[in-house]
Each structure stands twice: as C-alpha cells, then as structure tokens.
C-alpha cells in the first residue's frame, strides 16, 4: 500500500519546505529561549531581570515575548533537554553534542528520532551555544 507522499517524508517539495518553515521557528525560539536563559554577571538570568522589570513597573517587558515553539516540533524541544541534562563537560565548559550522544540516548529511552530529527538536535545545540556566546559578550 503505498503512502501518499504530501504526508511527509521525500514526496517532493512541499514537505520540505514545511519542515525547513518549522526548523527555522524552532531554531529562533531555542536562540530567544537561551538568550532569556542565560546568567547575567550577577549569576540571575537575562529572564529574571526582565521579569523583576515586569512587576515593577506593571507591563510586561516586550523582551520577554519571542518565537513560539511551534506545535509539530514540541517533542524535539523536549528531546533537546533531556540530551541536554545528560551531556558531558570539560574544563572548558559543556561539551556539544555529538552523534554518539544522541545514538546512547536514543538507546537508552527507546526513542527513535529519524535522521532528519537527529540534525536538527544537531542544529539546536550549536544555536542555544551561540545565542550563549553572544550573551555572554553583550555588555550588562
């Protein structure tokens, strides 16, 4: 029985383009998540800050408002912690993620994540790296 091919996977262009939409919104909320994320000088978070504004002044700050994580890719934001409170440190801080990180994962809780989800897992730590460099180089 063969499968209709607009339900994803290599029937044409379409589903890419549907998948790249929903990569790029993933990656710019996961950059925005870790830019919110990241400690300040005083050790509190960009988020706490913002937060701490927020109440003082009665408004919401508007830096706190970014990308929304889009729904069909939810599970990989939540694949991406988990790798995440698993990953290995050096002396130089977290180590990135590497295939073999994903392959013990993978193993360990059953999940199989397809070639496409494993790069953007991929994807997603070298952009929550970067968004923390950059933090960490903006003045306070």
Do not use: Y
């Given at each position: 029985?063969?499968?209709?091919?607009?339900?994803?996977?290599?029937?044409?262009?379409?589903?890419?383009?549907?998948?790249?939409?929903?990569?790029?919104?993933?990656?710019?909320?996961?950059?925005?998540?870790?830019?919110?994320?990241?400690a300040e000088s005083d050790g509190h978070s960009r988020r706490?800050?913002?937060?701490?504004?927020s109440r003082q002044s009665g408004e919401r700050h508007p830096d706190l408002d970014g990308p929304a994580l889009p729904a069909p890719v939810e599970h990989l934001w939540a694949w991406f912690f988990e790798l995440d409170r698993g990953r290995n440190s050096n002396a130089m801080g977290a180590a990135p993620l590497a295939w073999s990180d994903i392959e013990a994962w993978a193993r360990l809780s059953g999940i199989r994540p397809s070639a496409r989800e494993s790069r953007l897992l991929l994807e997603l730590d070298r952009t929550v790296a970067v968004a923390l460099a950059g933090r960490r180089k903006e003045p306070t």
């Amino acid at each position: 029985l063969p499968l209709d091919p607009r339900a994803g996977g290599r029937g044409g262009p379409r589903p890419r383009k549907f998948f790249a939409g929903l990569r790029e919104q993933l990656l710019a909320f996961a950059g925005h998540q870790a830019r919110l994320n990241a400690a300040e000088s005083d050790g509190h978070s960009r988020r706490e800050h913002l937060e701490a504004a927020s109440r003082q002044s009665g408004e919401r700050h508007p830096d706190l408002d970014g990308p929304a994580l889009p729904a069909p890719v939810e599970h990989l934001w939540a694949w991406f912690f988990e790798l995440d409170r698993g990953r290995n440190s050096n002396a130089m801080g977290a180590a990135p993620l590497a295939w073999s990180d994903i392959e013990a994962w993978a193993r360990l809780s059953g999940i199989r994540p397809s070639a496409r989800e494993s790069r953007l897992l991929l994807e997603l730590d070298r952009t929550v790296a970067v968004a923390l460099a950059g933090r960490r180089k903006e003045p306070t």
